[in-house]
């Protein structure tokens, strides 16, 4: 499959486009301005005339550089002039990036009534269901959840659809939703009459995957290298002992006292723990992990929008596509094991031309996991300067933080035991009391049976006739 290369070069006489100039017409035009987008990005200048043509695009632009407009944009253009019910099905990885581009959506798309579902796992299947009943424009899902309903759901059906979006492509098109995916396009209408749209701040080039994805003739826009990260963004890495992460840690939450702030970790243990030590030492944090609820997620992400909260906790459930503009700086406490992952975790600062700075704990264990980072994005990262001594003038609170920490894991632990415990002692009294009802009309029934069968019943009816 030969995929055209349309490489954007930087031209300082070019004239400045507009939404406008590209050919997105005046309604759009209009929401674009409302949600202060005054001139299109260098991947929306590149994706929407062609888009416009109706053509397949793989799209490869470094993260919070406006790739969610360029795909919202034309699909809500090619809606309108031809309206339709389940127009469109948007597949992302992550569910708190589903529920961001639904926001998109409606928000480019509130003037012309569009209608969107998110449809992800953790939440309830029959209200989904009975969203999708209602047959809205646009379908916003992850892949599991989505064979889920088409599995399950009666009359639900994606034949219609005459767009297919893969947000953060390279997750997806992985091994981990294949099997999904596989089931997804099967049941999709042919290639021919439909418009697919792969997108990713990194991207695997493997042909095989992008033929499973229906691809017909597309056309590849870069607007950055291979793999980058942005220019605003200061990048650091600070060289510890792995004893002392968390003394560390808690000192550069102190200096950087006021703003913005998420650290990434590596499990949903260290993510709850490191949560309970800073709240312990008296920061506004809030985790988020694999393991809470999607409504705890979803609560927890929007108290950090709102800067209820400063501090963001999280595995890497956060790194994808989370657009949070006030971000001022990411800590990755743990390094992470693949290097494409690092791009997308500090892309979560300095998005769409802020500044930003990110932080990188390695200790004696991540060289080789530094080194390979360091490769992938071709610079060297500088060193974040601290004063040791000042540093482990606060080893005693944290490690009593920590202590304490760790109390209150097990205290949560425990109460779950009790409460799983607890139902279980619940369903299985409720089986005894059903066995005991069941039994009670048996043996009642045996003794009704009995008295029949050796004509007691009788015997007393003729006795009493003789009395009277």
């Excluded at 927890?300 to 999280?314: D, E, H, P, T």
């Excluded at 004063?387 to 632990?413: G, T």
Aim: aromatic share 6%; proline share 3%.
């Amino acid at each position: 499959m030969d995929n055209e290369n349309h490489l954007v070069e930087e031209n300082p006489s070019q004239e400045i486009l507009t939404f406008k100039s590209l050919g997105l017409n005046d309604v759009l035009c209009e929401a674009c301005e409302k949600l202060g987008w005054k001139t299109p990005t260098k991947i929306q200048c590149e994706a929407l005339p062609i888009a416009f043509q109706n053509r397949d695009i793989i799209g490869l632009a470094e993260t919070g550089s406006g790739k969610t407009g360029a795909f919202a944009l034309p699909i809500l253009q090619a809606l309108l002039a031809s309206p339709q019910r389940l127009f469109a099905l948007v597949l992302t990885p992550t569910r708190e990036l589903a529920y961001q581009i639904s926001e998109q959506f409606e928000a480019l798309g509130s003037s012309i009534g569009v209608k969107c579902a998110v449809i992800v796992g953790g939440m309830d299947m029959m209200s989904q269901s009975i969203v999708l009943a209602k047959k809205p424009h646009i379908v916003v899902a992850t892949p599991g959840r989505l064979v889920d309903h088409l599995e399950n759901t009666k009359g639900f059906s994606l034949r219609s659809i005459r767009y297919l979006v893969m947000d953060e492509a390279d997750r997806i098109l992985n091994m981990d939703f294949e099997v999904d995916l596989d089931k997804i396009l099967k049941i999709l209408s042919s290639s021919s009459t439909r418009s697919t749209y792969l997108y990713s701040a990194t991207m695997t080039k493997k042909v095989a995957k992008l033929q499973r994805a229906s691809l017909r003739d597309p056309i590849k826009i870069e607007v950055s290298d291979k793999y980058s990260t942005v220019e605003k963004l200061q990048q650091a890495y600070l060289f510890i002992p792995a004893k002392y992460k968390d003394v560390y840690l808690i000192s550069i939450l102190n200096d950087m006292s006021g703003k913005s702030i998420i650290v990434f970790s590596s499990t949903c243990t260290t993510t709850l723990r490191l949560a309970l030590l800073t709240r312990n030492l008296g920061f506004t944090t809030v985790p988020l992990h694999g393991q809470m609820s999607q409504t705890k997620r979803l609560g927890a992400l929007n108290k950090f929008k709102g800067k209820a909260r400063s501090i963001l906790i999280a595995t890497d459930v956060a790194s994808r596509g989370l657009d949070i503009p006030h971000v001022d700086i990411v800590i990755n406490y743990d390094i992470p094991t693949h290097s494409k992952d690092y791009i997308h975790r500090v892309g979560r600062t300095a998005r769409a031309g802020r500044s930003g700075k990110s932080i990188t704990f390695v200790t004696q264990y991540d060289i080789e996991l530094y080194q390979r980072i360091e490769y992938l994005i071709g610079k060297q990262l500088s060193q974040y300067v601290t004063h040791e001594d000042e540093v482990m003038l606060l080893l005693e609170r944290v490690n009593e933080a920590d202590r304490q920490a760790r109390i209150q894991i097990r205290e949560i632990e425990d109460d779950k035991k009790d409460n799983r415990r607890k139902r279980k002692n619940k369903d299985k009294q409720n089986d005894d009391f059903d066995d005991m009802k069941s039994s009670n009309k048996k043996r009642k029934h045996e003794y009704n049976d009995s008295e029949n069968g050796f004509g007691v019943k009788k015997h007393l009816k003729k006795k009493k006739r003789i009395n009277k």
